[in-house]
């Protein structure tokens, strides 16, 4: 249906361009995981307007101007993609503290625009950037959100729901009925339908030729196939986040701290429980002047954990919730001894090829998927690089005008992962990261997998539909330029495919665990052995939601919070 017409048949050929250093280091960073400045690009044929400044602004304060000491029904760790929306649900009925170690992007025209995505990326800092950048042990570079909105305020924006296997897998007391109500409640407000051009609708017409039919429209729905997803950048390129989620919140009932560093959970012997456990009570957390504050709970309040696969199991740990031996080596005093907190952590690991085409490409993150049977979905990506000349040149009276260079991406993703690894602390001080290893591809399934998906990208290069993005050879013969590693030539040695997908690894940003299910909470996300204390993130994940965790991780903060609020039944407001 969607094939383009005949056109002469051409072999590929895996010639990579040759690059001077610095231009070869930057494209580097751009294919396997980061980013390059992206504000002098051509103007975008939708220019940007100005934008209301968003209504959640006015219940958003620094946490310096918050008190040393004040009493909530719950206090959420984490502004992130589930911790917004579980905020903005709770606070229809309770008196609600979301606390954010980070800024607020409204006004950052990279965070808020899509053409700022890989300049984002790469405006790292150690302290307040909104992408905090870490290596894991595996040398794999990789980031986490550091700013209102979390991960959904710097990623790609691409928006699918879960496939139906993670919900059997997962072992949470899934209601399904409400799990489809959240989805529509964020999709009404954040989720659009992207506008597919150029690239983009090769790379979906390449998906088919290939094989990974059929087509299945737009959907935001896991069914195998070749699909468009939804977007949280709306037709104009601006970035709608977790955040912007707050505007259901009811606003005499929450306040949000930005630049609050929460340092640990504090933790009493419950009255409530027949027998000697331990229950949140509240949290410490810091303010940029370096205050402590206390942030207690009312009586039938709780700590709900949102602060990531990376800050929720360090939190945990810091507060004393872990191994006890770990703990004690630390000098940390042990609450709760609960051995698999920091476990079972698993990144999807990302692999693919780069090229440069002959033509100009528009700018495009991820907006159509392939879901395979063998384990891998397909995804792509095109972007926009400038290049300027040297300021000073011996040839040249003045600057050259600068180069701008298009580059397309052909990636894949392996379904779980099956390989896990392992959280540590690298110091007390939560602001400094954790020791992090995710041990890709230990698992040999995972190796197949991605030699699936790999093979399946070399297809797609074959088939017709990429024929225009092919450079025309000495001798008459179309073959692709490509940036960093080509595939194998010889796509049917097993080994050579799974020594690429080794030397080629990088990251979706899609890692999760650390406190997973039945190891660290229960099936009603509460952590195992203490009351008053959840953990709604993905950390709780023990396998990634089909293509793309955003989207799961949004319903999942809305419904945590109506699940919280059914089980208070006769539940009443408090307020001050």
């Not at 056109?7 to 040759?18: D, K, Q, V, Y």
């Amino acid at each position: 249906m969607f094939l383009k017409k005949n056109r002469e048949g051409s072999t590929m050929a895996a010639r990579p361009i040759l690059l001077g250093p610095l231009l070869l280091q930057a494209l580097a960073f751009l294919v396997l995981i980061n980013a390059v400045d992206a504000s002098s690009r051509p103007p975008s044929r939708n220019p940007h307007r100005t934008r209301q400044e968003p209504s959640y602004t006015k219940f958003v304060s620094n946490a310096t101007d918050f008190p040393l000491e004040d009493y909530y029904d719950y206090i959420i760790v984490g502004g992130g993609t589930a911790g917004c929306p579980l905020a903005a649900t709770l606070s229809s009925r309770f008196r609600v503290l979301l606390l954010e170690r980070g800024g607020v992007a409204y006004g950052n025209r990279n965070l808020m625009t899509q053409e700022g995505f890989l300049a984002s990326l790469m405006d790292v800092n150690a302290f307040d950037s909104a992408t905090e950048a870490f290596t894991s042990e595996d040398g794999v570079p990789n980031v986490r959100g550091r700013i209102l909105g979390g991960s959904s305020a710097i990623n790609a924006g691409f928006y699918s729901r879960a496939d139906q296997e993670f919900y059997k897998r997962s072992t949470f007391n899934w209601d399904l009925k409400l799990v489809n109500e959240s989805y529509d409640w964020v999709e009404r407000a954040i989720v659009f339908r992207p506008e597919l051009r150029n690239w983009q609708s090769a790379f979906r017409d390449g998906l088919l030729e290939a094989g990974v039919d059929p087509y299945n429209g737009y959907s935001f729905d896991h069914v195998v196939g070749t699909k468009t997803g939804g977007s949280t950048f709306d037709t104009l390129g601006r970035r709608h986040s977790a955040a912007d989620l707050l505007k259901y919140a009811e606003p005499l009932n929450i306040r949000v701290a930005v630049h609050a560093t929460v340092e640990r959970v504090l933790l009493a012997s419950s009255t409530s429980s027949p027998v000697a456990r331990q229950s949140a009570v509240g949290v410490v957390f810091r303010d940029r002047s370096g205050r402590y504050h206390h942030a207690m709970l009312r009586k039938h309040g709780e700590v709900l954990l949102s602060a990531g696969a990376i800050g929720t199991p360090q939190l945990l740990l810091l507060s004393g919730i872990g191994p006890r031996p770990y703990l004690a080596s630390w000098g940390i005093p042990v609450a709760h001894h609960l051995p698999y907190v920091g476990q079972f952590m698993y990144d999807n690991p990302r692999n693919g090829i780069s090229i440069v085409p002959p033509i100009p490409l528009e700018h495009s993150l991820i907006q159509v998927v392939g879901i395979t049977e063998s384990g891998a979905y397909i995804e792509s990506a095109s972007t926009v690089i400038q290049f300027a000349s040297p300021a000073h040149s011996g040839f040249l009276r003045t600057p050259a005008a600068p180069l701008y260079l298009t580059v397309a991406t052909l990636m894949e993703k392996i379904v779980g992962p099956v390989s896990a690894g392992s959280l540590r602390l690298a110091s007390t001080d939560v602001k400094v990261n954790p020791i992090v290893r995710f041990n890709y591809f230990n698992s040999p399934v995972d190796v197949e997998r991605c030699v699936n998906g790999t093979r399946k990208i070399g297809e797609i290069l074959r088939t017709r539909s990429m024929d225009d993005f092919k450079f025309q050879g000495w001798f008459g013969n179309k073959e692709f330029r490509f940036i960093g590693p080509a595939l194998p030539l010889d796509q049917f040695d097993f080994d050579e495919m799974a020594d690429f997908c080794r030397r080629t690894v990088s990251t979706i940003w899609h890692y999760h665990g650390g406190c997973i299910a039945g190891k660290v909470v229960d099936r009603d996300f509460r952590v195992i052995g203490i009351d008053a204390l959840r953990v709604v993130d993905g950390s709780t994940f023990g396998i990634s939601p089909g293509t793309n965790p955003q989207a799961t991780l949004l319903m999942l903060g809305r419904y945590v919070g109506q699940k919280i609020m059914n089980d208070r039944k006769g539940g009443y407001k408090m307020v001050d």
